[in-house]
């Protein structure tokens, strides 16, 4: 079964624009969820989407957002970007059906550089 | 809310030796608990869980996990490092129904040939 993908891998931006990254889950998970990684925060909660619906959110402005598609598959969009966005973007999918399938599977990352 | 510590930035063994890596958690119910791995440039790849039951749980590439309520920790071990092992290690705690996790610090492993 192949694993949760995500394109682009890398991205370079500039200050002030928007980037879109895309998360296709493993098949069949229901539940995908969108990570920040950098050095100074560390990996952050940023969304989760089960059935096309925002179901959790961490604390990120609402530059940060995201979508869920009727696949399963996921965008998340970032606007008026700012230097201090520039890290991995990690996405993950689990089953969501329960008890012991609550299990998330991560992506590559986007690396995302914003001069 | 959710917490976890990794006390531990960075540790180094020898290739051979056993290694054991710190993690506690804060959470006011039951949690599941997480232990990833993650190589330079990559993502993160899931080593082991524990959601109920035996409280040793096993892993991939030979890590084990205790889980300890009493001490609020989820440490993990390996009885035998290998090279290969080199990388860095997150501990992650989840509610249930949910699927925040909320993460540790990490800690990176150096193996020392």
């Known amino acids: 079964k192949a694993g949760v993908t995500q394109t682009p891998r890398y991205l370079i931006k500039t200050r002030g624009q928007q980037v879109t990254l895309s998360c296709s889950p493993i098949?069949?998970?229901?539940?995908v969820s969108w990570y920040q990684q950098t050095p100074g925060q560390g990996l952050q909660f940023l969304f989760e989407?089960?059935?096309?619906?925002?179901?959790n959110k961490g604390n990120f402005p609402g530059r940060f957002s995201g979508r869920q598609f009727s696949n399963s598959r996921s965008e998340m969009n970032v606007s008026t970007l700012e230097l201090g966005d520039s890290a991995l973007y990690l996405c993950?999918?689990?089953?969501?059906?329960?008890?012991?399938?609550?299990?998330?599977?991560f992506g590559p990352g986007t690396r995302l550089t914003v001069l | 809310a959710q917490s976890v510590t990794q006390p531990d930035i960075h540790i180094t063994v020898s290739e051979g030796a056993s290694l054991e890596l710190r993690c506690n958690y804060s959470?006011?119910?039951?949690?599941?608990l997480f232990w990833y791995v993650q190589s330079p440039g990559q993502g993160l790849q899931l080593l082991l869980k524990?959601?109920?039951?035996?409280?040793l749980v096993q892993g991939i590439k030979g890590f084990e996990a205790e889980f300890k309520r009493s001490q609020s920790s989820f440490n993990l071990r390996k009885p035998s490092v290998h090279w290969s092992d080199a990388a860095e290690y997150f501990c992650?705690?989840?509610?249930?129904?949910?699927?925040?996790?909320?993460f540790g610090a990490g800690t990176i492993l150096r193996v020392k040939s």
């Open positions: 524990y959601f109920s039951g035996d409280t």
């Open positions: 993950a999918s689990s089953l969501a059906g329960g008890a012991d399938t609550d299990t998330q599977y």
């Open positions: 959470y006011g119910a039951t949690p599941y």
């Open positions: 992650a705690v989840g509610a249930r129904g949910g699927n925040k996790l909320v």
């Open positions: 989407y089960f059935s096309e619906t925002q179901r």
């Open positions: 098949s069949g998970h229901r539940s």
